[in-house]
């Protein structure tokens, strides 16, 4: 089992930046590829960015150019830094990890951009 623990959520006025954080604990050996999905309210859960262990990225095309997903394997971390970020953007943000053919999901952290 893999736990996932979301922090860094919150309320930012547009244009403004936010940076998620997903530690991973429980059995972290060989965890795959790391990312973020998101659910807006009344959507469906759509993949914002994911990173798998040689670290290539991919990105939704609605956040390209704005947004920045990273890992720090010492500290089974995954981070994705927000920039520019709309009002669009407010959703439930949700960490995964894959490990051995497996998915584990975070509880998920809100960001909400508004004026």
């Known amino acids: 089992q893999v736990q996932l623990v979301e922090s860094g959520g919150g309320l930012v006025q547009p244009g403004g930046s936010l940076r998620l954080s997903c530690a991973a604990s429980g059995s972290i050996f060989s965890i795959g590829t790391m990312g973020w999905f998101r659910q807006a309210p009344g959507k469906g859960r759509n993949l914002v960015a994911s990173i798998n262990s040689g670290s290539t990225t991919n990105y939704a095309d609605s956040v390209k150019g704005r947004f920045t997903i990273s890992r720090d394997n010492a500290k089974n971390t995954v981070y994705l830094q927000m920039n520019s970020l709309k009002p669009e953007d407010t959703a439930v943000y949700y960490c995964?990890?894959?490990?051995?053919?497996?998915?584990?999901w975070g509880q998920g952290t809100q960001v909400t951009v508004s004026s």
């Open positions: 995964i990890a894959q490990r051995s053919g497996s998915t584990y």
